[in-house]
């Protein structure tokens, strides 16, 4: 099973970039990396999923170098709201589903 | 209402009781899971399932029990409740096998 491994926590300033980057050196040739939100007493929300290069929605941008090894969630602009625990999940398609969360990085964004 | 929904949302028991805790989804997604969050924590995976009469064990099974006798709903209970066990709950259901997992609202449980 991929594990991943996250910074613990990152602080930043509203209208800031923040890049949190996901090491997960064992992932699987079918694998695909999903990061998710998520906000005190809540379950966690998905934000961005992909295989390989970029992809980009209205929220978020995650960039996997060709080795797959590590991701790069991109928060553009962040504002207060965005303060959270940020996942990094590597689903596991080579015959099982157990998806094992890390640790998560909690973002903290100042005014 | 469309979505996953957990029940209930908050329970206190004590030590030694059978708790069950309700998860259903609207989607008729073929994955489940559950996950168990401590204080402060990440998400630690219970049991997962791939459809109806087929679940398995994750990371941290011991003194729960799963069953998925339809689709929509995968409860877990605590056989024999222990305060180790105080903790908050989610249930998450997903399409595919991809990892985009939709989580429910979470249910707190308290065991004294």
């Known amino acids: 099973l991929a594990k991943t491994t996250q910074p613990i926590s990152m602080d930043s300033y509203e209208g800031q970039e923040v890049n949190i980057t996901c090491s997960h050196n064992n992932i699987a040739t079918n694998d695909y990396i999903t990061w998710y939100q998520q906000f005190p007493s809540q379950g966690p929300r998905f934000i961005i999923q992909g295989y390989k290069t970029k992809v980009t929605n209205e929220v978020a941008s995650l960039f996997i170098p060709a080795d797959r090894k590590s991701s790069t969630l991109s928060l553009p602009r962040v504002s207060l709201s965005d303060t959270a625990v940020y996942y990094c999940l590597v689903g596991v398609t080579s015959g099982t589903y157990k998806y094992i969360f890390g640790t998560g990085t909690r973002l903290k964004v100042l005014a | 209402d469309a979505g996953i929904t957990q029940s209930p949302r908050y329970k206190i028991t004590e030590t030694g009781r059978q708790v069950t805790l309700m998860c259903h989804q609207t989607w008729s997604h073929s994955y489940m899971f559950w996950y168990r969050q401590d204080l402060g924590h990440g998400l630690r995976l219970i049991y997962y399932?791939?459809?109806?009469?087929?679940?398995d064990k994750g990371e941290v099974p011991d003194g729960y029990v799963v069953s998925r006798s339809k689709t929509e709903n995968f409860p877990l209970t605590l056989e024999s409740a222990t305060r180790s066990q105080t903790s908050v709950y989610f249930c998450?259901?997903?399409?595919?096998?991809?990892?985009?997992?939709?989580f429910g609202e979470g249910s707190r449980l308290t065991v004294l």
């Open positions: 399932s791939a459809a109806a009469d087929i679940t």
């Open positions: 998450a259901s997903s399409e595919t096998v991809r990892g985009e997992l939709f």
